[in-house]
């Protein structure tokens, strides 16, 4: 299958995404979750979220009782917390190991959570056990790194496209 | 402001009254687009009752602007409508109808908990649950199997 049509094949869309997570968040916090609730979390009208939630309830991720109280089912926290894990990976990956401002890297993760597969998320894991490992390798790698990315800026001929022009002329600067 | 009658300030209510406000406008927008989604023979059975129900929920949202107004504010709309291209029968376009509706009537009871004291205010609130209540009890007679 071509990557871009994948995009429509996510198990969840990153609106619905936010719902999950504010479910979770408001019986964290409250111990229950009302439409309003997640209406006034998210900014967007109670209408939207109970449109939004219907197909989420009709999939068995999200359940509701008599009074109306919402609450995620075990497949609904599944996702939430595989969600949740994937952006705090991803955002360590673009601020602790890339240097991107931690703002920034927020806004990023928040856009490639719910996108990132499982298998990447495991392989990310993986790479965080190694840095966190404080073997000698692992400070050597990231001392490496970040000496090099100081002085890249220097030498355009080592660009990673390797081809007529820096990837980086392309990627305008914010 | 202070409000000296309402638990709340001038500035709380034309907040809240903004957010009834852009309960109102989404719904009218969807409202549009369910009219525009049903297909075949059912569209001659609930074109008319979405497009009415078009109508009065634009003219609720009006009321609310007028509300906000009179508190000497100006009305903030703040809405994100994603309706999907997809064919619905009439008894489904009922159903999301009934959904949004019920979440307009149960702001309005909300909002009427919050401006009690304030008795121009809750007449007006009252009006409103008074209209969505007949909305609601509508959309459920029309879904009754």
Partial sequence: METWKEFDQNIITHSAAHHLMAIDDLVGKLGYARVSDIARQLDITRGSVSISLKPMKEAGLVLQDENRHLRLSDKGQRLVNAVKNKRLLIQRLLSELLGVSEQQAEIDACKMEHLTSNATARRLVAFFRFIDSHEQPAGEFLATWQAHDRGSDEKPESCPTGENKCAADNVPEA | ?145
């Fill in chain 2, 1 to 145: 402001m202070e409000n000296s009658v309402s638990k709340l300030s001038t500035e709380e209510i034309a907040q809240e009254l903004n957010r009834a406000f852009a309960e109102e406008v989404e719904a009218a927008t969807r409202y549009l687009h369910l009219r525009s989604a049903v297909r075949g023979l059912d569209r001659v059975i609930v074109d008319r009752v979405l497009k009415d129900a078009f109508h009065e929920t634009i003219e609720h949202a009006e009321n609310i602007a007028q509300k906000i107004r009179s508190l000497g504010h100006v009305p903030k709309l703040d809405i994100r409508v994603n309706c999907p291209n997809e064919p619905l029968s009439g008894r489904e376009a009922l159903r999301q109808a009934l959904i949004f509706e019920e979440e307009a009537l149960e702001c309005y009871q909300d909002l009427l908990k919050k401006v009690e004291g304030d008795v121009p205010l809750e007449e007006f609130v009252r009006s409103q649950i008074a209209l969505e209540y007949e909305h609601v009890a509508q959309l459920k007679e029309l879904l009754v199997e």
